[in-house]
Nanobody, 120 residues
Framework: VQLQASGGGLVQAGGSLRLSCAASGRTFSSYTIGWFRQAPGKERELVAVIRPSGSTTYYKESVKGRFTISRVNAKKTGYLQMNSLQPDDSAVYYC??????????????WGQGTQVTVSS
């Protein structure tokens, strides 16, 4: 499985972005997928996870109510809708697949990152 993340950019505080994670391969629909982020000088952290059916999700506490993880299995694509963005949300965001639904999750496939920068 190859993953391609896109949708990052520069946005003002309070703004929105939608990240996409396009996958190749036939098994995308069977994988739990996750979004992670890493800010300079900080460890990578889990942002959100969604199970294969899309019915079960998990969010980092600080993004609850602002971010929404979703997926369209027929398109082999996952999404992270980010609203009310704050400067602390600035980071490189990564999508991953074949993740365990644990804390922290362990993922088998990773995409390249997409930069999100939120200006104050």
């Amino acid at each position: 499985v190859q993953l391609q993340a896109s949708g990052g950019g520069l946005v003002q505080a309070g703004g929105s972005l939608r990240l996409s994670c396009a996958a190749s391969g036939r098994t995308f629909s069977s994988y739990t997928i996750g979004w992670f982020r890493q800010a300079p000088g900080k460890e990578r952290e889990l942002v959100a996870v969604i199970r294969p059916s899309g019915s079960t999700t998990y969010y980092k506490e600080s993004v609850k109510g602002r971010f929404t993880i979703s997926r369209v299995n027929a398109k082999k694509t996952g999404y992270l809708q980010m609203n009310s963005l704050q400067p602390d949300d600035s980071a490189v965001y990564y999508c991953a697949a074949q993740c365990t639904y644990t804390n922290p999750p362990v993922c088998g496939y990773w995409g390249q990152g997409t930069q999100v920068t939120v200006s104050s």
